[in-house]
């Protein structure tokens, strides 16, 4: 029982298997025609190619930039951390930078050439260049302008403003408005050895579309990919796709350049505006200086004193220390009051520099923050509206920083007012006991005093200058190339080896596919063995042979033909069932059919024929009916 399962289910599988291995032919010639259309796509798909750039993002209080925290307060109190490496990928990616590059490259104009099949863009080889005129800039409209142009000679060209329009010939150099827009031409060498065809004037002709500004960054933007080669590392790895490879090299190259320029004017607003505030402060000190220089003369001269001795040394020793006490505590309460006279004159710009010489840590951590925070406020408003949730921000953090350093500025200042009371008051009590010190040696005092205060600030400033100087000098830049942009010549899209891949197993899977679903939907006996597979309990008597056309379908006397033959095994087998029956009754056949035409008048005639001619047993006396169901 078993090993008749086993055959059973055997034959079975090989049946289902039958049709898939008859389909073989087709098969091959399905493998064949998806290799063939593949290689026709790969033959004239649009290849893309990728380009890539490696940089190190070096910490923003190296490189030479003059820093907040290193030009004013020298405290070190931040470190690189505010401008993390997230920060620097996000500016790398944004439109400000990428608008930047295509303004250089004028890439919102594309040159096309027409081939048998698709057009080919045209990045170098062209013999013309077309520039938007500044005053007309195409940013304004939304729709993009396309028109063609062909060579003429070396001082003419000819252009068209449709593919059905006549040709126009036009100078270089004239300035052409089309839909709004001012465009000036200008000649280019252009290298045609490279024709396969030899219809060089066909070759010169070029499809030119100038698109709007923001619809060409949000292209590249969305090709553009930064990202880090590790989470603990500052190499930032920079890639873009684009048809023509060697643009993709020249974007990712400009890109960095245009990165490291606005990180340099980033560091060099502060030295700038330090280097202001430090001129205009000179000018003051020095004229401060003079003055105290000339009345100095001027009090040795009415006075007649050449040198003023050391006639109470010991009574002045202790003098001279609160002096010097005084002395610090006047710079700082000078630069103190003169940085607040700064910050209330000169409320209007950019950048706050920081306190100058200050003793006072809390007061220059609060200036260098305000610096930072400023900094970011200014290079975010280039991108930015004054509406913006990160403006709005900003400006509320600005207002707060600036009433804090004020509010510590006057604590600070009042602190020093203090300190300098008392110093003077102890001063005053021991100038009192030197009652033998004559008056001209109190006035010397003071007015060497203020020339001391003054002359160290002036020197205070003359420091700074040249240091503010040489770090505008030897800015360096905050991105050092690892790979300058590289596209190689292998096209990332399409894969060839994928698509032929794709193409054999599609070409494998279509034919077994159509014959899968022909098996499923196709309901239809056509042999015995459907009869059997279907119905196993239906017992067969016979198969009769499908007639010709012009073939007779009656019996006839004597006939052998292979239709006869067949009635007569049903006849015999039938004659067998019925008499398994074991009733004496009439028998009735039915024979029938679910339409018209598929021989059931036939059959039951031949039936009768048979059984009237050749029926010898009594019992086997029966009725043939023929009906549709």
Same mark, same amino acid.
């Given at each position: 029982m078993n090993n008749q399962d086993n055959k059973t289910s055997e034959q079975s599988l090989r049946d289902q298997l039958k049709p898939f291995i008859k389909a073989w032919p087709w098969i091959i010639l399905s493998v064949l025609f998806c290799?063939?259309?593949?290689?026709? /796509?790969?033959? /004239?798909?649009?290849?893309?190619?990728?380009?890539?750039?490696?940089?190190?993002?070096? #910490? =923003?209080?190296?490189?030479?930039g003059l820093s907040e925290t290193g030009v004013l307060g020298d405290m070190g109190l931040f470190g690189s951390n505010f401008n993390s490496i997230e920060n620097e990928i996000e500016i790398l990616k944004s439109k400000r930078l990428l608008s930047n590059v295509i303004d250089h490259y004028n890439l919102t104009t594309t040159y096309s050439r027409k081939g048998n099949v698709k057009e080919s863009d045209v990045? =170098?080889?062209?013999?013309?260049?077309?520039?938007?005129?500044?005053? #007309?800039?195409?940013a304004e409209f939304n729709n993009s302008i396309t028109f063609y142009v062909k060579e003429v000679s070396d001082s003419l060209f000819g252009l068209r403003l449709q593919t059905d329009s006549k040709w126009l010939t036009k100078e270089y150099g004239e300035i052409i408005k089309i839909e709004d827009q001012s465009l000036i031409f200008?000649?280019?060498p252009y290298n045609t050895a490279d024709s396969n065809n030899g219809d060089d004037q066909e070759l010169s002709d070029l499809k030119i579309s100038i698109r709007p500004n923001e619809l060409v960054v949000q292209d590249y933007h969305s090709r553009l990919n930064v990202n880090t080669s590790g989470k603990r590392g500052s190499v930032v790895n920079l890639s873009i796709t684009d048809v023509v490879g060697e643009r993709a090299e020249d974007v990712l190259n400009q890109l960095i350049e245009e990165y490291n320029k606005d990180a340099i004017n980033d560091k060099n607003i502060v030295a700038l505006n330090t280097a202001e505030f430090i001129e205009e402060r000179l000018n003051d000190i020095t004229k401060d200086l003079d003055s105290v220089e000339t009345g100095i003369e001027s009090f040795k001269t009415n006075k007649g004193l050449t040198d003023i001795g050391v006639e109470t040394s010991l009574d002045l020793q202790k003098v001279n220390e609160i002096e010097s006490e005084l002395l610090k505590v006047e710079t700082q309460l000078s630069i103190g009051r003169s940085l607040k006279e700064f910050m209330i004159t000169d409320i209007e710009k950019s950048v706050t520099t920081s306190g100058l010489g200050l003793n006072e840590p809390q007061l220059i951590a609060l200036i260098n923050n305000y610096n930072e925070v400023l900094t970011t406020y200014q290079r975010i408003g280039q991108t930015s509206t004054q509406e913006s949730p990160v403006m709005v921000r900003l400006s509320n953090e600005l207002s707060s920083l600036k009433r804090g350093i004020f509010s510590s500025l006057d604590s600070y200042i009042n602190g020093l007012k203090v300190e300098q009371n008392n110093l003077l008051r102890k001063s005053n009590q021991i100038n009192a006991n030197i009652s033998q010190v004559p008056n001209n040696e109190k006035t010397s005092r003071s007015v060497e005093r203020n020339r001391e205060v003054v002359e160290a600030i002036y020197l205070l400033l003359r420091e700074k200058q040249e240091t503010t100087a040489i770090s505008l000098a030897v800015t360096a830049p905050k991105a050092k190339i690892v790979d300058s942009g590289y596209a190689p010549d292998i096209p990332v899209s399409p894969k060839p080896k994928i698509i032929l891949l794709a193409a054999l197993v599609l070409g494998v899977l279509i034919p077994l596919g159509l014959v899968y679903l022909k098996q499923i939907f196709y309901n239809k006996i056509e042999s015995r063995k459907d009869l059997e597979r279907n119905l196993p309990q239906v017992s067969i008597l016979g198969e009769v042979p499908k007639l010709e056309s012009d073939a007779k379908d009656r019996i006839i006397p004597n006939d052998r033909s292979v239709l006869a033959e067949s009635f007569r095994i049903i006849r015999t087998n039938l004659q067998y069932k019925l008499g398994a029956l074991n009733h004496d009754d009439t028998k009735v056949v039915l024979v029938t059919s679910t339409v018209k035409g598929e021989g059931k008048t036939t059959r039951s005639s031949n039936f009768k024929s048979e059984f009237t001619k050749y029926s010898v047993t009594p019992f086997l006396r029966f009725k043939l009916a023929s009906k549709n169901l």
């Open positions: 290799i063939v259309a593949s290689q026709l /796509y790969l033959r /004239y798909a649009t290849k893309k190619y990728q380009a890539t750039a490696s940089i190190i993002i070096k #910490d =923003t209080q190296m490189g030479g990045y =170098t080889n062209r013999f013309l260049n077309v520039n938007v005129l500044k005053n #007309d800039s195409i200008s000649p280019l």
